[in-house]
């Protein structure tokens, strides 16, 4: 048998995210892409779409990933903005979608993003995305500075581990790497109801979305507005 350890070659968390990113894209078409862009759940054609942003103008993704999501909003004429800590998803998103007017991609950590920047959207979401990688507690603020008033917060994530609550860790180079440690924030639905209501949001709706199979895991989709001033 054979005992060599080779050691994983991710060092960051972002690092962990390139590998994650290295080759996702080109396993689908961009029709297939385009038409299965706004899901919110993990089942494609399944749930909510992107009407949960309300009607914006102007939106932002928090991890965009492939940019399927931003370049179909953008397609619609919205000014579609995304943020994404991996350098390989942005090379692969900003090259794929590149010919898609009104699309942006931005290569940054969400919260370093929003802090350095003035800009405020009518709707911030997240799929799958960097709010389910980031403290509540940081992002949420900024979140709200930069929706526009009357402006549409939305994220999904997998449902919590009943028990599990709070930042869940994981090691992104797996237990023969660098220590290299990941976070994911999980919290039932009325929970993330006071948290987004302390935070100053209204109109919380968070629930789990059943899947198409409801022997399956379903889908934690929450949405919630800035209010008007
Ligand atoms: C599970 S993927 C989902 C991406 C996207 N919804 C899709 O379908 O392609 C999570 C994405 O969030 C990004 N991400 C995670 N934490 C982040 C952070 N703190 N700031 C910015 N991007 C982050 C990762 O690089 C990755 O591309």
């Known amino acids: 048998m054979n005992h060599t ?41 399944h749930g909510p779409g992107d009407e949960l942003l309300g009607r914006p103008t102007t939106a932002l993704e928090l991890g965009f990933g492939r940019g399927n999501a931003v370049a179909a909003l953008a397609l619609q004429g919205i000014s579609a903005t995304g943020v994404d800590v991996s350098g390989v998803q942005h090379e692969n998103a900003a090259q794929r979608w590149r010919h ?36 509540p507690a940081l992002l ?26 709070g930042p869940q860790g994981m090691y992104g180079a797996g237990f023969r790497g660098r220590p290299v440690w990941l976070y994911r924030w999980s919290y039932e639905p009325d929970d993330w109801t006071d ?26 989709i929450v949405a919630a507005r800035r209010p008007l001033e």
């Open 100 to 135: 898609v007017p009104g699309a942006e991609f931005v290569c940054a950590e969400a919260l370093d993003y929003l802090s350095n920047t003035t800009r405020r959207w009518d709707a911030i979401y997240s799929i799958w995305g960097a709010a389910w990688f980031t403290d």
């Open 140 to 165: 949420l603020p900024l979140g709200f500075d930069h929706l526009e008033p009357g402006g549409r917060l939305a994220f999904s994530s997998a449902p919590p581990v009943p028990g599990a609550y």
């Open 5 to 45: 350890v080779l050691p994983s070659k991710t060092t960051t968390p972002a690092g962990y995210w390139d590998r994650y990113g290295t080759g996702l894209a080109e396993e689908e078409s961009h029709e297939e892409a385009l038409k299965n862009a706004f899901g919110w759940c993990q089942y494609d054609g």
């Open 195 to 220: 948290i987004l209501t302390r935070h100053g949001f209204t109109g919380v709706d968070a629930r789990i979305h059943p899947a198409p199979n409801p022997d399956l895991l379903g889908t934690l």
